[in-house]
């Protein structure tokens, strides 16, 4: 027979205190928020793109600082770094130096990198209050389309028909080109940058509208908005208070989804002559001077690369944020 394991006072003996030390601490919750963040940070993607769109909203809110230390005004001329005979650059690589960091404009020599900056402005300005503008009416329009459901629903659902059988890019070059110089105390480029949100934003909407309406008619069935109702709730409580918190994930990520292809949007209108008036600086404006030179390749390379790593940096922090908050996903 074995004798018997004696583990008094031995380092096996499971002290009962040891045991119970911990037991009376609470223990701490983590929100959705935390759960998406700590996701995310594990996405070193995201975090990447993320990271470059803080340095584009950076670079476009401290444009002049960073042209008055590292370049030329954008409407600057500077005939004398241009040869008369072929009006190109003087130089090599576009005239590329220290003093022109992405070298300087055919024909005027306006300095590239100062236009870049300047143009940042532009195109993350409209991207992102047009993305405001869609949001707002989709998320608006979704919510009560879902949650009231029957004639509305129709009725909203139809709407959202209509505006999506519409040629957007079509439509918005039609109304761009009838934009008058004054109107609504605004005159010049200040105006048809408030048309052309106007004109993104509001066109832009049943996309969003969808999306939103879908989530609500999950939403609205769910135990929490039966038990607000049973209490008494009115509607608009479970509106404000139940369903649009729930809301509030998907909107985000679908707006970071959004920015880029209105961003897209606008360098398209004013690659086609109809947005921003020149000699204001944009992207899209940008690419339209630079096809007569397409001899010049600094010249279309350095504006679409700002196009293409701006739009790619949205989107790979909006693919980052659905799947940080996608349970499924994980």
């Given amino acids: 027979m074995t004798a018997p394991l004696d583990v008094s006072g031995s380092a096996t003996e499971a002290q009962p205190e040891s045991v119970l030390a911990g037991a009376g601490k609470a223990i701490q919750g983590r929100s959705l928020t935390r759960i998406a963040w700590m996701r995310l940070r594990r996405d070193k993607v995201a975090l990447a793109g993320g ?99 029957g004639w509305v629903d129709q009725v909203i659902g139809r709407l959202m028909d209509v505006f999506l059988a519409f040629p957007l890019l079509v439509f918005a070059i039609a109304l761009a080109g009838v934009i008058p110089d004054k109107g609504f105390g605004l005159e010049g480029n200040g105006l048809r940058i408030a048309m052309l949100i106007f004109i993104i934003g509001f066109f832009s909407w049943p996309s ?17 908005v039966d038990a607000a109702r049973s209490l008494g709730a009115r509607n608009g409580y ?68 700002a196009i293409f790593v701006t739009v790619l940096a949205f989107n790979l922090f909006g693919d980052g944020l659905r799947d940080a908050f996608d349970p499924r996903a994980h």
């Fill in 51 to 149: 990271i470059i769109v803080i340095l584009l909203i950076l670079m476009a809110v401290f444009s002049s600082p960073i042209i008055s230390l590292f370049g030329h005004p954008p409407l600057e001329f500077h005939q004398d770094q241009i040869d008369q005979s072929t009006l190109l650059p003087k130089g090599t690589f576009g005239g590329m130096s220290s003093e022109y960091l992405l070298g300087i404009e055919p024909v005027n020599g306006r300095d590239i990198f100062s236009r870049i900056v300047a143009g940042a402005w532009v195109s993350l300005v409209i991207g992102f209050l047009a993305t405001v503008l869609s949001v707002i009416i989709g998320t608006t329009l979704g919510v009560i389309a879902g949650y009231f459901g």
């Fill in 208 to 224: 969003i509208g969808r999306i939103v309406r879908g989530q609500t008619l999950s939403l609205r069935e769910r135990e929490f």
């Fill in 238 to 305: 479970i509106l404000f208070r139940e369903i649009m918190p729930n809301l509030m994930a998907p909107i985000l990520v679908y707006a970071t989804l959004l920015i880029p292809t209105n961003i897209l949007f606008e360098a398209a209108l004013s690659f086609l002559g109809v947005g921003i008036n020149p000699p204001t600086p944009t992207w899209g404006g940008m690419l339209s001077e630079a096809v007569r030179f397409y001899t010049l390749p600094h010249f279309v390379l350095f504006p679409g690369l």
